[in-house]
């Protein structure tokens, strides 16, 4: 039977989501608790990997297993796993749904502070520079109707194309605490983290709105701004359709 996994952990101690040859991450962890829990080795796929240092509040993946009860589940895997990752539900879904391509939105968020404070370390980008949000707001209106974003992607990036289908993208301001809210069907390698960086360019007044067209239709990651830091970065929500739950 396959289950959905809903996931929240701390990223500033991992090298990712994905299982890689160096370095410890997230879904390697939890398939160790899953496999010693379970007895049998047991793996997870999830919505979509994220890099080293970022966060999620929700992250979904899925598995398969046999006789399990999910709160019990849930409750062993919290016990065994570490305090940076937690599992908030598992449920039951149709065994022919994939948490990778069954999503019909992913919700990224980007924090960044002016004001220096301890307790925004690591979960936050520290940026003291004064920003135009109006103008920053005017270039995510010309990212809502865009669909090409190879300019953001990772170069080298194995994907059959680069257009994204952008539901909403705002950022907004309160007092020195700033906040990028990105929506969309699908993102590219590093797309988010370039996105911020080439806004910021924006807001700085380095980048015009005409230059921010241009770096969109010359699909060149080096026209684009920099990737801000990950520790900024968080998946926030990924959404499915209804139908696919069996609870």
Known sequence: MRYFMDISYRGTNFNGWQIQPNGVTVQEEIEKALSTILKTETSILGSGR????????????????????????????????????????????????????????????????QAKSPFKQGVSYYFRPELNVEEINAACEIIEGWQNFECFSKVHTEVNNFNCEIFEAKWVQDGATHLFEISANRFLRGMVRAVVGTLIDVGLGKTSLDDFREILASNDRRKAGR???AEGLFLQKVVYPKDIYLD
């Open 50 to 113: 994220t890099d080293t240092g970022v966060h999620a509040v929700q992250q979904v993946a899925h598995f398969d297993a046999e006789g399990i009860d999910p709160e019990d589940l849930t409750f062993k895997l919290n016990s065994f796993l570490g305090e940076d990752i937690s599992i908030n539900g598992i449920r039951p879904v149709k065994d022919d749904v994939s948490a990778r391509f069954e999503a019909t939105s992913r919700t990224y968020h980007y924090h960044l502070h």
């Open 227 to 229: 990737a801000v830091p």
